[in-house]
């Protein structure tokens, strides 16, 4: 994968660096603020390769690639700096959120840029514990206590890297917000709890506390100084802002925060975690039913950033019992993509899918490309993956599972669920139940139509009929067969034949392709027109039954910028077989230096097919040129 090529395409498509007011990058996608979201071609970039899918969400234009998110971020920030302080698309365009949609987006654009290094910290304290029940490490070695160090870090300096990025976020001075954070950790302050309740501040007493590992306190004090900062910057002379705005903003802040923020943040944290704690009580068992079971959704619909400072908040205080009910989830996810890859036996390209997706989730807790390319996609696999993580979930809340060090969610970090046992029995029932179930149920609706020994015939009279190999007439035969006609007049070729390899490798999926003799392009099929490359070079379409073709005019010609290329139809049109799609000259694309041959790709379908070509070398315009078999 060329990651540069990739990065800039997605700048372009998402409408360019003069859309795009920040971006941030978590475990599995891109997060961009965008100004005006309207002006990202949504369809093009889910089409594109090497993109999962496309997700709006609190407030961010998400872009979902996977594994391999920060070499594409790399070379995206090369010689272009969007950073995180950037306001939400939203309040960019003059669109009106919810307030609870702006409270999800300040959560998630905080922590993102966190996950990495709390996902890191976790795995290292997760080594350890193994290290030390196996008896291969001291708890009290200097190596331990070095390691130790290494990853308890990021959670002891919380408030410092919440600071930073909140203060990116609300789009004030990230470093000042930084330093909020660390004054609540510096020794002189700590020093103080030793003297008890006797701790004032221009005699206004002081409630000293802990603040290492709190996300409450930091949340609401750096809200506050994202006003004071604006205020400040109004009301004080350009020439003295640069060391008075900061020393003014941390004479007020830190104070203020000690006396009041941080207390008061501190407070409601405990409240919240006990209220869950108190709910989770009551009925691990519905609790664990409702996280295992719904977190697949409340992560599409970014509804679990309100869990995450809940998360760490109990963490701290000895275990979250969230996150281990929410782990089933995960499990049934990869369970399901198991069960897609042992059952798609015919289709290679999906069970490629299938297969390395459940080894990304086990070995890393990476699920994203599972719900996207297959839960989503595959819509029979959603309840087999909520009944499976509801059963995992109910057992780990039942048994008060909790989570000791935040990680993600595979199997290396077991040792950090506590009772462990519980635990392991949990995961694995949600993942044996999805896997069994998807095998047993399938994953695809079969509404195939009965016409055995039923010819092959055209709709058009000028078509001719197409020779497809003898298949074995039984009685309990059932085929479906579905004919996509030439939209062109010209030579047929073999894709492998084709001077591209995403042609002629069928990594784009199965076809033919024609040296055009006219250049017209009609429509191979009755349906809708899903997508219209701007150049006009071109074409994708879905039939009725959900089939994806692709039409591609020539090799390289979306370098001519659409120049020869007049599209007569626009993305969404419904088209029926035979209309005029796209006009094109065929003389001056080749004057240009570019080879017209057009593949015509199958490149998605509701099922696994079997795809034949015709025999005809020459073809005419509305000829059936591929037949699709179930």
């Known amino acids: 994968m060329d990651h540069k090529k990739m990065g800039d395409d997605i700048v372009r498509l998402v409408g360019g660096e003069a859309n795009i007011n920040g971006l941030v990058h978590c475990a599995t996608r891109l997060r961009f603020d965008l100004k005006d979201s309207k002006k990202a071609e949504r369809e093009t970039l889910e089409k594109h390769d090497g993109i999962i899918t496309v997700v709006e969400s609190g407030g961010q234009f998400q872009v979902v690639i996977g594994s391999n998110v920060a070499h594409v971020y790399a070379e995206i920030m090369k010689n272009r700096d969007f950073g995180g302080d950037s306001s939400s698309s939203a309040e960019s365009t003059g669109e009106k959120t919810s307030l609870l949609s702006k409270v999800f987006e300040i959560i998630s654009g905080s ?6 290094a709390m996902a890191g910290s976790g795995m290292l304290k997760a080594l350890l514990t193994v290290l030390t029940m196996l008896g291969w490490m001291s708890d009290t070695s200097d190596t331990y206590l070095i390691l130790s160090a290494a990853g308890n870090a990021v959670f002891y300096f919380l408030p410092i890297f919440l600071g930073i990025t909140l203060g990116m976020k609300l789009k004030a001075n990230p470093y000042v917000a930084g330093v909020i954070g660390a004054a609540l950790m510096e020794p002189n302050f700590t020093g103080l709890m030793d003297k008890g309740s006797d701790v004032s501040f221009l005699g206004i007493p002081v409630v000293m506390m802990n603040y290492s590992a709190s996300v409450f306190p930091i949340f609401i004090s750096i809200s506050i100084y994202a006003v004071l900062d604006k205020l400040l910057k109004k009301i004080i002379l350009k020439d003295l802002q640069l060391f008075l705005v900061p020393m003014i903003a941390l004479m007020i802040m830190v104070p203020l925060s000690a006396m009041a923020f941080g207390p008061f943040g501190t407070t409601v944290g405990d409240w919240i975690s006990s209220g869950v704690t108190w709910l989770i009580g009551v009925s691990g068992i519905l609790s664990g039913i409702v996280l295992g079971g719904f977190m697949t959704f409340m992560v599409v619909f970014g509804l679990h950033w309100g869990f995450t400072p809940i998360t760490i908040q109990n963490i701290g205080v000895g275990g979250d019992p969230i996150e281990a009910m929410a782990a089933a989830a995960v499990f049934a996810q990869i369970g399901v993509a198991f069960g897609i890859f042992l059952k798609a036996k015919k289709n290679k ?8 997706t459940s080894l990304t989730g086990l070995l890393a807790g990476v699920t994203e490309p599972i719900v996207y390319g297959l839960i989503l996609r595959y819509k029979r696999v959603i309840p087999i993956v909520v009944i499976a993580g509801a059963i995992g979930g109910a057992i780990n809340g039942h048994f008060g599972v909790k989570m000791t060090a935040y990680v993600f969610h595979n199997i290396f970090a077991i040792p950090v669920y506590t009772p462990t046992v519980v635990y ?18 399938g994953y695809e609706s079969k509404t195939t139509v009965s016409e055995t020994n039923e010819s092959v015939s055209s709709t058009s009279a000028e078509s001719t009929p197409v020779e497809l190999p003898v298949i074995p007439e039984t009685k309990t035969t059932e085929i479906k067969k579905e004919q996509i ?16 390899p995403a042609f002629s490798t069928g990594a784009m999926g199965k076809g033919l392709a024609i040296v055009p003799e006219i250049g017209e392009v009609v429509a191979p099929v009755d349906g809708v027109v899903t997508s219209l490359f701007p150049t006009g070079h071109a074409i994708g379409l879905t039939t009725n039954t959900g089939t994806e073709i692709l039409i591609h005019i020539g090799i390289n010609t979306v370098a001519l910028k659409g120049k020869h290329f007049s599209p007569v139809v626009q993305e969404g049109d419904i088209v029926r077989q035979g209309d005029l799609l796209i006009q094109f000259d065929i003389d001056k694309i080749e004057e240009a230096g570019y080879e017209t041959v057009t593949p015509v ?8 097919v079997d795809v034949f070509e015709t025999t005809q070398e020459q073809i005419q315009k509305n000829d059936v040129l591929l037949t699709l078999v179930v």
């Not at 922590?111 to 990495?116: A, N």
């Not at 392991?424 to 149920?441: E, K, N, R, W």
């Not at 790709?601 to 696994?608: D, G, M």
């Open 349 to 356: 390209t999906l069970r490629t899918l299938a297969g390395s």
């Open 424 to 441: 392991v029995i949990a995961i694995a029932c949600s993942f044996a139940v999805a896997a069994v179930l998807t095998v047993m149920f």
């Open 485 to 500: 006609y030439s939209p062109l007049t010209g030579k047929a070729v073999a894709l492998s034949t084709i001077n591209d």
């Open 601 to 608: 790709i199958v490149t998605l379908t509701q099922q696994e």
């Open 111 to 116: 922590f993102s840029p966190l996950i990495p």
